[in-house]
Nanobody
């Protein structure tokens, strides 16, 4: 069983930055695909960024150019560096791990962008 624990959320002013972390238990991390999702106050859970087992990263929508996803296989950790944050970035951020047919989610970390 894999457990994912996110951290790093908080309250930040528009234009600020945050770095989210997600630590995974188990021994499948290095081969897994990892993603960050955001669930806004009045929206569903949407993908923000993803990184493959080979390190290829992709971004969705307004995350391009502002967010960076990265992984440290030695630490079983995936990161989401967020810069120039906007109020519409507010939401609960979840990490997701896919390995073969298995999918795991973390419990989420709240990010609030407000002045």
């Amino acid at each position: 069983q894999v457990q994912l624990v996110e951290s790093g959320g908080g309250l930040v002013q528009p234009g600020g930055s945050l770095r989210l972390s997600c630590v995974a238990s188990g021994n499948i991390f290095s081969r897994a695909s990892l993603s960050w999702y955001r669930q806004g106050p009045r929206s569903g859970r949407d993908m923000v960024a993803t990184i493959s087992g080979t390190g290829r990263d992709q971004y969705v929508g307004s995350a391009r150019g502002r967010f960076t996803i990265s992984r440290d296989n030695a630490k079983n950790t995936v990161y989401l560096e967020m810069t120039n944050l906007k109020p519409e970035d507010t939401g609960v951020y979840y990490c997701k791990l896919i390995s073969g047919n298995d999918v795991y989610w973390g419990q989420g970390t709240q990010v609030t962008v407000s002045s």
